[in-house]
């Protein structure tokens, strides 16, 4: 069988979940079965983008597309999304593509178009819906509009699918595939580098550090967490925290850091390459998530042997049962976060029972091995290689 020449179309704007999840995929995709020719849609005005980076880095060939001719402060590009739609057009003719595979919205609403006038067929991952103001429900509208007309799409969690089912999305159409991580390896190996990390940031050992791995966004309920850290401190509580990403809501976190009093409490690490280097740090692990799907950071959290403690949104109900592997609250609730937190800072036994179960958990059900399995059987089935 000849490889399934494909073209992985997304918009890497910021290294967050669906660049983490392509760069899982893509460093264990069977090249020899799946000839994948990344497509990425960039602002050409920003500096070097990390996702093409780490692909060259896996020796991918990558191709860009501007997404825009200038910055929005410049003056609005009103033919941004034609223009980009003719260029995404000619690169899929010249490609002789077997498959278009899209991720997020403005690769959907550009590349499934232009593949179906070419009679390509489209494979698109549907990662999650950011709902935060109206450009967002906007181009969510024209997303799902796009979805329709998809040959096959993928969501990552039960939730999404029946999201976009009932925004006439057919049910036949969509595959369930949660997100999954490679095992974190050794624990004693795990316990050594938690000393060193620790030390390194200048964390006592008998300080409780909650961590947070993620875009800073509204979406994210980051600042839940920070008022429950709040809470914690008033109460006496040794807390710390550590926040691991970027986004457009670092300076109002910061704002909100030094207003609660927490300035010397909260460490914001910025973007990090390798995550696992700093897991070992924490003491549990926060995701106050309003909206999501099925998160890698939770997945990693999990399978480090971090305690977690996240909202009851998206796919996580299927990854965490409460009590058992992990602590659901409700979201948007600071005081449930805090209330959960204590709970594991005050009850050691506790933390180690949900640390087995966790483990347990992410090394049953989302093998990074069955995970890339059950994407590529979808390529060959979109592909129509089947037969």
Same mark, same amino acid.
């Given at each position: 069988?000849?490889?399934?020449?494909? !073209?992985?179309?997304?918009?890497?704007?910021?290294?967050?979940?669906?660049?983490? $999840?392509?760069?899982?995929?893509?460093?264990?995709?069977?090249?020899?079965?799946?000839?994948?020719? +990344?497509?990425? =849609?960039?602002?050409?005005?920003?500096?070097?983008?990390? @996702?093409?980076?780490?692909?060259?880095?896996?020796?991918?060939?990558?191709? %860009?597309?501007?997404?825009?001719?200038?910055?929005?402060?410049?003056?609005?590009?009103?033919?941004?999304?034609?223009?980009?739609?003719?260029?995404?057009?000619? @690169?899929?003719?010249? &490609?002789?593509?077997?498959?278009?595979?899209?991720? &997020?919205?403005?690769?959907?609403?550009?590349?499934? +178009?232009?593949?179906? #006038?070419?009679?390509?067929?489209?494979?698109?991952?549907?990662?999650?819906?950011?709902?935060?103001? =109206?450009?967002?429900?906007?181009?969510?509208?024209?997303?799902?509009?796009?979805?329709?007309?998809? %040959?096959?799409?993928? /969501?990552?969690?039960?939730?999404?699918?029946?999201?976009?089912?009932?925004?006439? $999305?057919?049910?036949?159409?969509?595959?369930?595939?949660?997100?999954?991580?490679?095992? /974190?390896?050794?624990?004693?190996?795990?316990?050594?580098?938690? #000393?060193?990390?620790?030390?390194?940031?200048?964390?006592?050992?008998?300080?409780?550090? $909650?961590?947070?791995?993620?875009?800073?966004?509204?979406?994210?309920?980051?600042?839940?967490?920070?008022?429950?850290?709040?809470?914690?401190?008033?109460?006496?509580?040794?807390?710390?925290?550590?926040?691991?990403?970027?986004?457009?809501?670092?300076?109002?976190? #910061?704002? =909100?850091?030094?207003?609660?009093?927490?300035?010397?409490?909260?460490?914001?690490?910025? @973007?990090?390459?390798?995550? !696992? !280097?700093?897991?070992?740090?924490?003491?549990?692990?926060?995701?106050?998530?309003?909206?999501?799907?099925?998160? =890698?950071?939770?997945?990693?959290?999990?399978?480090? &042997?971090?305690?977690?403690?996240?909202?009851?949104?998206? &796919?996580?109900?299927?990854?965490?049962?409460?009590?058992?592997?992990?602590?659901?609250?409700?979201?948007?609730?600071?005081?449930?976060?805090?209330?959960?937190?204590?709970?594991?800072?005050?009850?050691?036994?506790?933390?180690?029972?949900?640390?087995?179960?966790?483990?347990?958990?992410?090394?049953?059900?989302?093998?990074?091995?069955?995970?890339?399995?059950?994407?590529?059987?979808?390529?060959?089935?979109?592909?129509? #290689?089947?037969?």
């Amino acid at each position: 069988m000849q490889p399934i020449k494909t !073209a992985y179309i997304l918009t890497p704007i910021e290294f967050a979940g669906a660049e983490s $999840v392509s760069l899982a995929f893509l460093r264990h995709v069977d090249r020899s079965r799946i000839d994948i020719r +990344p497509l990425t =849609l960039v602002r050409p005005w920003e500096p070097e983008n990390r @996702f093409i980076r780490c692909l060259e880095q896996e020796n991918y060939a990558v191709s %860009t597309i501007p997404v825009a001719t200038r910055p929005r402060t410049e003056g609005r590009d009103y033919l941004r999304v034609l223009r980009c739609y003719q260029m995404v057009h000619t @690169f899929l003719k010249k &490609g002789a593509f077997d498959l278009v595979h899209t991720h &997020g919205y403005f690769a959907d609403i550009v590349g499934i +178009p232009a593949a179906k #006038q070419l009679n390509i067929p489209t494979l698109s991952t549907c990662h999650g819906f950011i709902s935060n103001n =109206l450009k967002y429900k906007f181009y969510n509208l024209c997303d799902r509009i796009a979805l329709r007309f998809s %040959t096959r799409v993928i /969501a990552v969690s039960q939730g999404i699918k029946m999201n976009l089912v009932n925004h006439g $999305v057919c049910a036949s159409q969509i595959t369930v595939i949660q997100n999954a991580v490679q095992d /974190a390896g050794d624990p004693d190996t795990f316990r050594r580098n938690r #000393q060193t990390m620790r030390e390194r940031l200048g964390i006592r050992e008998e300080e409780f550090l $909650v961590g947070y791995v993620g875009r800073l966004s509204e979406e994210k309920g980051i600042r839940h967490l920070m008022k429950a850290c709040a809470m914690l401190q008033d109460e006496g509580v040794p807390v710390k925290a550590v926040i691991i990403g970027e986004g457009p809501q670092l300076s109002e976190l #910061q704002s =909100l850091a030094d207003s609660n009093n927490l300035k010397d409490a909260v460490l914001f690490a910025g @973007f990090q390459n390798n995550i !696992a !280097a700093w897991l070992p740090a924490l003491d549990v692990f926060v995701l106050p998530s309003l909206t999501e799907g099925t998160p =890698l950071s939770l997945l990693e959290a999990m399978s480090s &042997g971090i305690p977690v403690v996240a909202s009851s949104v998206g &796919g996580v109900p299927q990854v965490v049962q409460t009590g058992q592997n992990g602590i659901l609250v409700p979201p948007g609730m600071p005081s449930e976060i805090h209330g959960a937190v204590r709970r594991l800072y005050e009850n050691g036994a506790f933390r180690n029972k949900l640390i087995r179960e966790a483990r347990t958990t992410v090394r049953e059900k989302y093998s990074i091995k069955d995970w890339v399995n059950k994407v590529e059987q979808e390529y060959i089935r979109t592909g129509g #290689q089947e037969n």
